[in-house]
């Protein structure tokens, strides 16, 4: 059975720092690219950050270049998505979500599991 789960989200002020965590079990996450992604209140699920299967290749979002990264742990089965500098605007429900097509995916709709979320508030 498929699942991601997401933890790690929380309240935080405007500057400060989180470490979002997305376990993975039921398949191996060096053979799908993993991503992320966040939907603030009426809005749509945006792209945040990605890592290509090998794990060589990594694509952000504009908004979140320099201060968000991705990591992979293989041992752990787990993707990491370490946030700094937080502003109010990237407060959102966070996603997890893998993909099994090859290269860099930035639409949701190429992703086959998702995580269910986990809320990121920051405080201006």
């Known amino acids: 059975q498929v699942q991601l789960v997401e933890s790690g989200g929380g309240l935080v002020q405007a500057g400060g720092s989180l470490r979002l965590s997305c376990a993975v079990s039921?398949?191996?996450?060096?053979?799908?690219?993993m991503g992320w992604f966040r939907q603030a209140p009426g809005k749509e699920r945006e792209f945040v950050a990605g890592v290509e299967r090998s794990g060589y290749y990594t694509d952000y979002a504009d908004s979140v270049n320099g201060r968000f990264s991705i990591h992979r742990d293989k041992a752990k089965n787990t993707v990491a998505l370490q946030m700094r500098s937080l502003k109010p605007e990237d407060t959102a429900v966070y996603y997890c979500g893998a993909a099994s097509a090859y290269g860099l995916i930035k639409a949701s709709s190429g992703y086959s599991y998702w995580g269910q979320g986990t809320q990121v508030t920051v405080s201006s």
């Open positions: 039921g398949f191996t996450i060096s053979n799908y690219h």
